[in-house]
C-alpha cells in the first residue's frame, strides 16, 4: 500500500509541513507525461523513506489544487519541492531521478540523525540553515522567505551594525554562540549581524512581500549582552517594549506620520514574553486583521528599559503564503539531465 499522502486541500497541506520534520512534494498534472515517467521511483523512494512525522511524501495535483501551486510559484511540471522544519530547502524542477533520489536521501538521513534533540536554536541551525527562535502554531509556518529584501527599508538604525537584511539572516544569531550577546564585531570588513536604533530608543521597519499573506504570528529576537559584559562606556541596548504594527503600506511610515496613523495592532511587551534561550519573543496578531497581507511596517515605539537604544537580532513571519504576485505559464519539463 502506497504511503504517499495526495493533498486534498491547503489547510491538510500546512498541517503535515507543522507536523513532519520532512516534507517532500510531486507537484504534477495528470496530462503530464515526465510526470508519470518518474511516478514509479517516486513511489519507490516514499515506500523506502516514509516514517511518520519524520519524512513524509505527498503529490499535489497542480489543476485540482490551483491555491498550492501558486503559492509556491509552480510554473513547470514537474516540479519537486523538500521541506524542513517547515522551510523549503531544495526545489527540483523536472524528471530528474538522480537529482531527486541524492537529495531525499540526504534529508531523510539528516531528519533521523536530529532525532528528538533539538532545541530551536540546535535544530534549525542544521544543514538547512534555518533557524527560529520559537515553535511554530499548528497549521501555520514560516513564510520569511517570502519577504522581499530588495524593498526592505529600515529608520533611525545605527549604520555601523548590521543593516536590515541581517534582521532575516536565516542563520542562527551569531550572540547566541558568543554566549555574551556581543557576536560578530563591526568592523570595515564584517558588520555586526543584529540593528540598534540610532538618536533614541524608536526604530521604523517596512516588510514588503512577493506573495499574498496570512500573516498569524512574528518572531522577534532581541539579544543584548548583560551590563556587566559591556564596557562601562557603553551603553547596554533595550529589548523592544511597545509596538505597533501596520498592514498593507505603499511604503514606510515617517515616525510623525505614524503618530498620526492609526495601527493595525498594537501590543505591549512584557520580559516574561522572552524565551531566556533564545530572546525570542512571539508577537500573536490578530488573525483576522491580517488575511492577504502584501506589507507589514513594525514601528517600535520604546524599549524595556532606562536606555536610549533599541535592539533586534531576527525577525521571522509565521503563517500562510498566498498568490504570487507574477505567475508565468505552465510548462512541462521533461528529463533533462
Not at 530547502?89 to 541524492?102: D, F, M, N, W, Y
Not at 535544530?123 to 527562535?133: E, K, P, V, Y
Not at 542563520?171 to 540598534?196: F, H, L, N, R
Not at 518572531?219 to 548583560?226: A, F, I, Q
Request: some cysteine.
Amino acid at each position: 500500500m502506497s504511503k504517499t499522502v495526495h493533498i486534498e486541500s491547503p489547510a491538510q497541506f500546512n498541517s503535515l509541513l507543522s507536523s513532519s520534520r520532512v516534507v517532500v512534494v510531486d507537484f504534477y498534472a495528470d496530462w503530464c507525461g515526465p510526470c508519470k515517467a518518474i511516478a514509479p521511483v517516486y513511489e519507490q523512494l516514499s515506500a523506502q523513506l516514509s516514517r511518520p512525522n519524520i519524512v513524509t511524501f505527498t503529490k499535489v495535483n497542480t489543476d485540482t489544487q490551483t491555491q498550492i501551486a501558486q503559492s509556491y510559484g509552480i510554473t513547470a511540471m514537474p516540479t519537486f519541492m523538500i521541506f524542513k522544519n517547515g522551510r523549503e530547502v531544495q526545489k527540483i524542477r523536472g524528471a530528474r531521478a538522480k537529482e531527486l533520489s541524492t537529495a531525499v536521501q540526504m534529508l531523510a538521513n539528516e531528519a533521523d540523525s536530529d532525532g528528538n534533540s533539538g532545541g530551536f536554536g540546535e535544530a534549525s541551525s542544521s544543514t538547512s540553515g534555518t533557524w527560529r527562535g520559537a515553535d511554530l502554531p499548528r497549521g501555520y509556518h514560516d513564510v520569511s522567505d517570502q519577504v522581499d529584501t530588495r524593498g526592505l527599508d529600515l529608520l533611525n538604525s545605527d549604520s555601523e551594525l548590521g543593516g536590515v537584511r541581517a534582521l532575516f539572516d536565516a542563520s542562527i544569531p551569531s550572540s547566541i554562540g558568543s554566549g555574551k550577546g556581543k557576536g560578530k564585531a563591526s568592523g570595515a570588513e564584517t558588520k555586526s549581524d543584529w540593528v540598534e536604533s540610532d538618536v533614541d530608543e524608536q526604530l521604523m521597519l517596512y516588510i514588503p512581500f512577493q506573495s499574498m499573506l496570512k500573516v498569524h504570528t512574528i518572531h522577534l529576537t532581541s539579544l543584548p549582552p548583560k551590563s556587566e559584559d559591556e564596557d562601562e562606556d557603553d551603553e547596554v541596548p533595550m529589548r523592544p517594549k511597545t509596538i505597533h504594527i501596520y498592514s498593507n503600506r505603499a511604503h514606510n511610515l515617517g515616525f510623525e506620520e505614524a503618530e498620526d496613523i492609526p495601527s493595525t495592532q498594537s501590543i505591549t511587551l512584557k520580559p516574561s514574553d522572552w524565551d531566556e534561550k533564545t530572546g525570542t519573543a512571539k508577537v500573536e496578531l490578530r488573525f483576522v486583521k491580517f488575511q492577504n497581507v502584501t506589507s507589514l511596517v513594525i514601528f517600535v515605539v520604546d524599549g524595556d528599559g532606562e536606555g536610549e537604544k533599541v535592539r533586534l537580532d531576527r525577525v521571522r513571519i509565521i503563517g500562510e503564503s498566498g498568490e504570487k504576485r507574477d505567475m508565468g505559464k505552465l510548462e512541462i519539463i521533461g528529463d533533462d539531465a
